[in-house]
């Protein structure tokens, strides 16, 4: 991920043209990005992952750059590229094991039921992010293509991509599917509202001042319900007031230098991800693969 290209051999899984490089490379995906990290707390097994591995707590710069960057190499890096980032996150999540306090039960990052909890929050959050303050919802075809991207994403992790939403309607009965099994806890409750403002004396100055930016509008783009479970605590009248105001700063936030400059004062790691995306050149096959592609050449060239 730190190769002078992040699309070298190939365009990746999805390709310039894709409603998926739309969507994760506009402004509005740093919002999105910590929306979902927020709302994975629901899960009560990766809340239990998270507090035991503590890396948010010790070191919620370098957590938080990683992730996104995971994200962001999946969605516009070439497919080597991303077979290996999502390579290695399958290896760190093979340690995060344990007993999760309030069933009883034992957890693994790697899940296949919570690794879908986080992707599908993760590109529904994006996507509902780039909606409501950004240019507005994608055609229905672009919509139904982001989702089937979606899925096509889901095979580097360990949840089933047949039980990938494929519409706005699968997403909404997803939704309900998992919310008898969403609940909060002492613990769940810290780490959401960690991350949506993250104490200065753990993130330093940037990170203190920039999660506290992104929260009203994050908090805003919640339902109802998630709202009173989260205790996220907003007034509607500012919610009304904070939607104008951030799609003003995601309209500035188009120019690729001030989303570089933003980007490098919280996630250096994502920075420059991202600038190796707008400065690539034409890959070596100027075509789109799946994973199964880029797996079975990685065989044959051993």
Same mark, same amino acid.
């Given at each position: 991920?730190?190769?002078a290209s ?12 894709? &409603?998926?490089?739309?969507?994760w490379?506009?402004p509005?995906?740093l ?20 507090a ?7 070191? &919620?710069?370098?957590? +938080?750059?990683?992730t996104?960057?995971?994200f ?10 991303a ?5 290695a ?10 007993i ?14 919570s ?19 950004g240019?507005g919802?994608l055609s ?6 982001y989702?089937?991207?979606?899925a ?5 992790q ?14 909404r @009965?997803?939704?309900?599917?998992v919310?008898?099994? +969403? ?25 203190w001042?920039?999660?506290?930016l ?5 908090? @805003?783009?919640l339902?109802?319900w ?8 907003q ?27 933003v ?8 920075a420059r ?20 592609q ?8 051993r």
């Amino acid at each position: 991920m730190t190769s002078a290209s992040i699309r070298q051999s190939d365009y990746g899984f999805f390709g310039p043209d894709s &409603p998926t490089w739309q969507v994760w490379t506009a402004p509005t995906a740093l919002l999105g990005f910590q929306r979902a990290v927020v709302l994975e707390h629901f899960d009560p097994f990766l809340t239990a992952a998270v507090a035991d591995m503590a890396g948010i707590y010790t070191d &919620p710069h370098l957590r +938080l750059d990683r992730t996104f960057a995971y994200f962001l190499t999946v969605a516009v890096g070439d497919g080597p590229t991303a077979i290996a980032a999502s390579d290695a996150l399958m290896r760190v999540h093979t340690k995060a094991t344990g007993i999760e306090p309030i069933s009883g039960k034992r957890y693994s990052a790697n899940n296949p039921e919570s690794q879908r909890w986080i992707h599908i929050t993760g590109w529904h959050s994006v996507l509902k992010c780039y909606e409501t303050y950004g240019p507005g919802p994608l055609s229905p075809a672009a919509e139904s293509r982001y989702w089937a991207d979606c899925a096509l994403a889901a095979e580097l992790q360990t949840c089933d991509p047949a039980s990938i939403p494929r519409s706005r309607d699968d997403v909404r @009965a997803y939704f309900a599917e998992v919310r008898p099994r +969403l609940c909060v806890s002492e613990r769940a409750h810290q780490g959401m509202h960690y991350l949506l403002r993250t104490p200065r004396a753990n993130g330093g100055l940037r990170l203190w001042a920039g999660s506290r930016l992104i929260a009203p509008p994050v908090i @805003a783009s919640l339902p109802e319900w998630m709202r009173r479970l989260g205790g996220f605590d907003q007034p509607r009248l500012f919610d009304a007031a904070i939607r104008p105001a951030t799609r003003v700063a995601m309209r500035i936030g188009r120019s690729p230098s001030v989303r570089l400059a933003v980007l490098r004062g919280l996630m250096p790691g994502t920075a420059r991800l991202f600038r190796q995306h707008l400065t690539a050149g034409e890959p070596a096959r100027r075509e789109t693969v799946t994973p199964a592609q880029v797996r079975e050449r990685e065989a044959a060239a051993r």
